[in-house]
């Protein structure tokens, strides 16, 4: 099975951007339909969804976020790097924590795109830190 492979996480100031990345580990397995999600996780808590997004056969793409993040993320697809980034400007302390990709290649549409149960591969994840 593919696994998203994320990179990009790191240490910023309040304020500050960073980019995430996540490619598919088996390099050029990428489906044209597909539903990508990032979500996140701090310690003792549950993952929850930032942002999806729906690849639809016909070329056309839908994004989604959550209300804690809208206007500040924004989730981005390159099918000609296979690869989906998540953008994250204007980044707050509560920011923090580790932040994971997840694929679905079956996915019809991406109205429940924050549910963790619709994905079936993860990536390990990579940690976000905001400082004030």
């Known amino acids: 099975q593919v696994q998203p492979v994320e990179s990009g996480g790191g240490s910023v100031q309040s304020g500050g951007s960073l980019t995430l990345s996540c490619a598919p580990s088996a390099s050029g397995y990428f489906p044209r339909a597909k539903c990508v999600g990032w979500f996140r996780q701090e310690l003792r808590e549950e993952r929850e969804g930032v942002a999806g997004?729906?690849?639809?056969?016909?070329?056309?793409?839908?994004?989604y976020y959550a209300e804690s993040v809208k206007g500040r993320f924004t989730i981005a697809l390159d099918n000609a790097k296979n690869t989906v980034y998540l953008q994250m400007d204007s980044l707050k302390p509560e920011d923090t924590a580790m932040y994971y990709c997840?694929?679905?290649?079956?996915?019809?549409?991406?109205?429940?795109?924050?549910?963790?149960?619709?994905?079936?591969?993860w990536g390990q994840g990579t940690q976000v830190t905001v400082s004030s």
């Open positions: 997004l729906h690849d639809a056969p016909d070329g056309g793409t839908s994004t």
């Open positions: 997840a694929f679905d290649f079956y996915c019809l549409d991406g109205s429940t795109w924050y549910n963790v149960n619709n994905y079936p591969a």
